[in-house]
Every structure is written in C-alpha cells, then in structure tokens.
C-alpha cells in the first residue's frame, strides 16, 4: 500500500491539497495524498505521519456504516480525518470543534496539512 502511494507522489498527482468550508462554517482540507484503505490497516502513511513524524499520540479510530474517522491531537487541537479511498480524491481532514472554524483552527490546520505533505513526499522517495 505504501509503496502504491509512493508512486503517486512520484507521478507528481498527490502533493497538493485543497481546504473548503462547509455550510456549518467547518472549515476542512481534502488531502489527495492520505487516502484509506478497505484491507489491514486504514491509512499507513498517514498512521506513520501522526504517530512517528509529528509524534501527535495516539489516534482514536471511530468506524460505523462504511466510514472510518481517525481523531488526534496537534499542538493542542483536536483533529479528525475521514478517510476516504481513492477513488474520493482524497481524505478530509477537520478541527475537531464542531462549531464554526475560528481563524486559529484554520491556520493550524493549514499548517497541520503542510507538515502532512511534507512528510508524505518524504516517505514517498
């Protein structure tokens, strides 16, 4: 699965990211590069991005109906990641809030997705 991913980033079509806001007020960033998995574990790269390069703790994984949800803690923020496969173009990666995204939770989560991606691409050489 890792080295699928690798070949992705390689090809140049995974290494950006787009952020939305939803009708809630959420504001969230679909990352192409993190995308889940149906067999083994969900995300390797992302679960190696969290626990080993940004050192965030544990991840809480919450799974019903299909979907699976990875919730963790960076510098100090909640975060959830609905995993998406492939074919989504990406996973969606959200403060934790659930109120509308202050200007802070935004700019940590841009931030949060540039580290993602900085490691990503790292792993995928």
């Keep these: 699965m890792l080295k699928s991913i690798a070949k992705l980033f390689q090809k140049g079509k ?45 991840i809480t994984e919450v799974s019903g109906e299909g979907d699976t949800w990875w919730d963790f803690t960076y510098k100090g923020t909640r975060f959830t990641c609905m995993l998406l496969v492939a074919s989504c173009h990406g996973s969606e ?27 990503a691409d790292r792993r995928a050489v």
């Excluded at 007020?25 to 190696?48: E, N, T």
């Excluded at 809030?97 to 931030?111: I, P, Q, Y």
């Design 14 to 58: 995974t290494s950006s990211a787009t952020f939305h806001t939803n009708e809630f007020g959420h504001h969230y960033a679909r990352i192409p590069a993190i995308v889940g998995s149906l067999d083994g574990d969900a995300c390797p790269l992302l679960r190696a991005i969290v626990t080993d390069d940004l050192q965030c703790g544990p």
């Design 93 to 119: 990666l959200y403060p934790s809030s659930g109120t509308k995204s202050t200007t802070a939770e935004r700019d940590l989560l841009g931030e949060l997705v540039k580290e993602i991606i900085r490691y």
